[in-house]
């Protein structure tokens, strides 16, 4: 009497782990058919103006696997990304910053997808091809402002950068330790201007994220080291910083399509985007 | 009948009532925003260290909001391109109105209209291309042995002053014009019957009588000059320092252009302010012109 009772108990729970396991399987395969398939809606995102080559580009190849699905970034600055995120109107906000400290304590969680390159630029006429980063600390403070101080032509040093509020500015001025110390002759407020003035003015010096870089302009060595992927992902190039797509909160916290789109970033044919525009990768 | 008439006769002053009260309430909306988001930075700063400083370190460790500079580049700016700008506005003005002849007007006029209709950013771009290099040149000559100026490839106050009184032109122009076409023939009659020559008529008898005219052009350049952004945005430099000719510099309106896309914080809650500050200068402007076209009136009356 007994032993059957416990084995009927047995039976049922057999019987029941069975069934639960069935189920979650069932689960499984039907989750995995949805993000195949069935994916849909959109996904927002704002921020930095230097991710814009990396968000459309995200944009564009995640449309391509999932058609349902639309990204729709703008490119309103990092702060005003964040902000928008903190508010609630993007799911995404884009920085092409380290998160300050506020910003995390806001909940916003920093999730680097990249690393960028910062390149020192000069026009084509200037026969400067290497800096150190004291000589590139000392143009921009104002210290050093001939050229044939630097072993150039005598050449007066036109020092172009970006407006205060800037991603790219910021790190420029981080990475030089020269925070708040740099005395601008123009400060422009976007990359391409600063690109397009740095060609057409004699003696001129600037910096632009490594992926506009074009040969309209020179890009000048830095210590030594040439301004390329390789040197920046092993480190050894001075100037680079990261960008990141921030969510309220972790990951795994978010709505299925967004867990969907970093997942896509981080696999391998996200990781290819990545590098097609000529960004490093983290790690 | 009657009462369908008097039921279109309302509807049709009902939509009459909605369209004035858009403006006003769109103006109303407007005052009331710049001044609620303007003003917590002249607390959170203190309004004398925010208006008076002169250090612009917005996102420096201990940042300093000093947008006096700024200020004071705004109506030096200004100023500057009114002094250049106006006399050559209120000669061509007179050269249509009294010395060409026909012809010649029918050329010169179009022109004047065409330039009112150019978008500001192709001065801007014109400035960035032309004027900008050959400024450049002009300060590598004049700063040639300086050791403590500051290059600044020609994006400086000049360059900025030289396109804004350019633009200017065609407000300056148009309303000189008009207003001189208005002074009576008898006057300058009279002027001629008593001996004097054409050059003595038109500067001691006409242009006196269009003077309330040509002062409202004058102030309605101004406040082209003062709210204009893009152009400058590509040919000023954009450094916050204070207005020398051969310096870098940045208006209220190229402060807003430029920083407020990047902007968070305090940074963003000062920036509503430089936008009050341009929007109190705008009034003050527009005070002025009403004032005047009432003078004006009372003047003619």
Known sequence: MMKNRITKTLAILAAVSVTAAGFAGCSNRSDASKA??????????????????????????????????????????????????????????????????DEKAAGIVENIVAIDGIAVIVDLENDVTE????????????????WSELGGADEQIVVIGREAASGTRSAFEELLNIEDQCRYAQELDSTGAVLAKVASTPGAIGYVSLDVLDDTVNAVKLNG??????????GSYALSRPFVMATMGEISEQEDLVQEFFAYVKSEEGQEVIRQIDLILPE | MGKQKSAVEFTAQVIFLLCAATAIAAVCSITFYMFFKGTPALARVGAGE????????????????????????????????????????????????????????????????????????????????????????????????????????????????????????????????????????????????????KIQTIFKVVLPAARSGIMTGVVLGIGRAIGEAMAINLVAGGSVNLPLPFHSVRFLTTQLVSEMSYAEGLHRQVLFTVGLVLFLFIMAINFVLAWMKKKGAQENG
């Open chain 1, 36 to 101: 195949s398939k069935d994916l849909s809606g959109t996904i927002t995102m704002a921020g930095s103006t230097s991710m814009e080559k990396l968000a459309n580009a995200f944009a564009e190849a995640f449309n391509e696997k999932y058609p349902n699905v639309t990204i729709t970034p703008e490119f309103t600055g990092s702060s005003a990304g964040l902000e928008a995120l903190e508010a609630g109107t993007v799911q995404i906000g884009n920085a092409s910053r380290a998160l300050s400290e």
């Open chain 1, 131 to 146: 800096l150190t980063s004291e000589e590139l600390a000392k143009v921009y403070t104002g210290e050093v402002t001939n």
């Open chain 1, 225 to 234: 080291v040439e301004a390329t992927e390789e040197n920046i992902a092993s």
């Open chain 2, 50 to 197: 925010l208006l008076f400083g002169t250090v612009w370190q917005p996102t420096a460790a201990e940042p300093s909001f000093g947008i006096f500079s700024i200020i004071l580049t705004s109506v030096v700016g200004t100023a500057l391109a009114i002094v250049l700008g106006v006399p050559v506005g209120i000669l061509t003005a007179v050269f249509l109105t009294e010395v060409a002849n026909k012809k010649l007007a029918k050329i010169v006029q179009p022109a004047v209209e065409l330039l009112a209709a150019i978008p500001s950013v192709i001065y801007g771009l014109l400035g960035l291309m032309l004027l900008n290099p050959f400024i450049y040149k002009l300060e590598k000559m004049i700063f040639a042995d300086s050791k403590t100026h500051q290059f600044t490839g020609g994006a400086n106050l000049i360059s900025a002053v030289i396109v804004l009184a350019i633009m200017i032109l065609p407000t300056v122009i148009t309303i000189s014009t008009s207003s001189l076409q208005a002074v009576p023939e008898q006057i300058k009659a009279a002027s001629f019957a008593l001996g004097a020559t």
